[in-house]
């Protein structure tokens, strides 16, 4: 899959109270329960992702599946490039940690999708502009804050 040509749908940050290694961990954790539970397991049927069930080395790293994504990159406490395919899209959600003063570490989360055809275009309505990515993906982040301990939200875009 070529992640660049796909289109940039968002981007989501936050700053957390944490080092990078506290957040890399929280993140993987929090990847794996939020994909692995049930709802998510039946949302990946109905949808006919490519990847249903986890697989492949634990903790995440590349070759690493579980519903709906396959780990294309993962260079522990630094970047986590997640891809996968179903019957409307093509996707790529890319995770980066940067360490900053203080012990903390800013999580950016980065989603490309292409929508092809007709039904695409649907699933991208009812997905994309309808808020519910951005209110998933804002939920992903602060499961992700609050498992390294990292404290109040400071989120953005």
Known sequence: MNIPALPRIDEHT???Q???????R???ETLEESFGR???ARYARLVGVADRT???PRPLAEGSAFPGFRV???VRGRDLVLIGRHHFSTYALIFRLEGRDGGRTLLRAESRARFPGPFGALYRFLVISSGAHALLTGR???EVRRRSGGGPDRSGG
Do not use: H, I, N, Q
């Open 26 to 28: 929280a993140l993987c």
């Open 38 to 40: 049930p709802r998510a």
């Open 18 to 24: 944490a080092d990078v290694g506290d957040v890399w």
């Open 140 to 142: 992903l982040l602060a």
């Open 14 to 16: 936050t700053l957390v």
């Open 54 to 56: 986890a697989s492949g």
């Open 72 to 74: 294309a990159e993962a």
